[in-house]
């Protein structure tokens, strides 16, 4: 590999530490599971890697629900990682079941978790935790966040921070999420909102405090959709419920919503679903956390660059698609390939660059596309029979709702 100059300046921790003999050195910006598993593979093969994240600490945020891991991709990233037998720990049995309810609480579907699924449920934050923990101390410089890059030339790149400190390195990757820092340095892309979004809240201890609900919702996870609406949710740990509203509303409609005001929030969401089965509407009107939106946004379906030397990205910085159960996945499985690349050619960085970017941009692409289909299944205006054909492997087109 080539040797990296990587420099802090105006910084009061000084340079970066920790380089192998060649001088190799990896600058990784973000650390979400995309970015600690790149860290994680590149540790594995002796090659040092730091990690820039915004946030103060691990702790900092709650890190969302329920990841679905699968055998094809973020399953195979953690066994390059080393690290099946941690993730095994981590599997909250029976979370495969899936229910699908009609607003009526009619049950149109129910399949439960007889153990032979390939997607065992992990929660995001012990997995990140699980990662983190799999790091050399001091890996991730905590409380770095980005305002801006610089090409320097000569594949080497500037990375500014809010407190005016820098980095210049000559191997950069934005593992930094939808709104990547890094990303103005190969493409102009930006991701536009797809016309809908999720508001999100919790139930806790469901099977004594909320027992409709949380008999409603089963072991594993519930749908229960009509186009354009739905309320989905998962069943975390113990009694935990964690629930997604979706509405298909522009973003105005969501900003005549006083989101400062969680009941006013609560009582505008649950009256889109007025008349429903009070099992469904108390999974909005009985939360017990202030509700949060979460806007969908997406970056063009097979969004690609042309190669700029000693930059890449992976996960949503590369390839954010509408939600299709693959994002932390592919973000994984991106950081343990481009680490395997980085291994595998020492003396031919832009190489291996290369060789990853080209397969991640197919992998990224049949995922976007794939996850466009998804969404017409879950929001289309043949739901929720749509989605019980994908799971029973019917047709369902000749089906209305």
């Given at each position: ?54 946030e ?43 229910r699908?309810?009609?607003p ?5 579907f ?58 210049v390195?000559?191997?950069?990757v ?61 069943r ?10 979706m ?57 690609r ?17 509408v ?79």
């Open positions: 590999m080539t040797t990296q100059d990587t420099r802090s300046t105006q910084s009061a921790e000084g340079t970066d530490s920790g380089e192998s003999a060649d001088g190799a050195h990896v600058t990784i910006i973000g650390a979400g599971l995309g970015g600690l598993t790149l860290a994680r593979v590149l540790h594995v093969h002796g090659i040092p890697a730091t990690v820039y994240e915004a103060a600490s691990p702790t900092a945020r709650a890190q969302g629900g329920m990841l679905d891991i699968h055998d094809y991709n973020g399953q195979l990233a953690l066994e390059t990682a080393g690290l099946t037998d941690e993730f095994r720990d981590l599997i909250l049995e029976g979370r495969e079941a899936i699908v309810l009609g009526d609480g009619t049950l149109l129910d399949k439960a978790d007889d153990g032979t699924g390939v997607r065992p449920e992990v929660l995001r934050g012990e997995l990140r935790r699980m990662l983190l923990d799999s790091l050399p101390a001091g890996t991730v410089r905590w409380g770095h966040k980005v305002s801006g890059t610089r090409t320097l030339g000569a594949g080497r790149h500037e990375v500014t921070f809010s407190d005016g400190t820098t980095v390195t000559s191997l950069l934005g593992a930094d999420g939808a709104w990547s820092r890094v990303r103005p340095l190969l493409t102009a892309a930006t991701p536009e909102y797809v016309g809908m979004s999720f508001v999100e809240t919790y139930l806790f201890d469901s099977d004594t405090r909320h027992p409709a609900s949380a008999k409603a919702v089963g072991g594993g996870s519930l749908f229960a959709l009509t186009p354009g609406r739905g309320i989905l949710a998962h975390e740990s113990g009694g935990t419920l964690h629930t997604y509203v509405l298909s509303e522009s973003r105005e409609w969501f900003a005549g919503i006083d989101f400062t005001d969680p009941a006013a929030v609560t009582a505008r969401i649950a009256k889109e679903f007025d008349g429903w089965a009070p099992e469904l509407t108390a999974l909005i009107t009985d939360g017990e956390t202030a509700p949060v939106l979460r806007p969908l946004n997406a970056l063009p379906v097979g969004h660059w042309d190669r700029v030397p000693g930059v890449t990205l992976l996960g949503d910085a590369a390839h954010l698609s939600p299709n159960g693959e994002g932390a996945n592919l973000a994984m499985y991106d950081g343990a390939e481009l680490g395997k690349a980085l291994a595998a050619r020492p003396e031919d960085v832009e190489g291996a660059l290369a060789e990853y970017e080209q397969a991640m941009f197919t992998r990224g692409a049949e995922a976007a596309a794939e996850g466009t289909e998804l969404h017409e299944l879950l929001y289309g205006d043949k739901t929720p029979h749509s989605l019980i054909a994908m799971f029973t492997g019917g047709e369902g087109d000749d089906q209305t709702p």
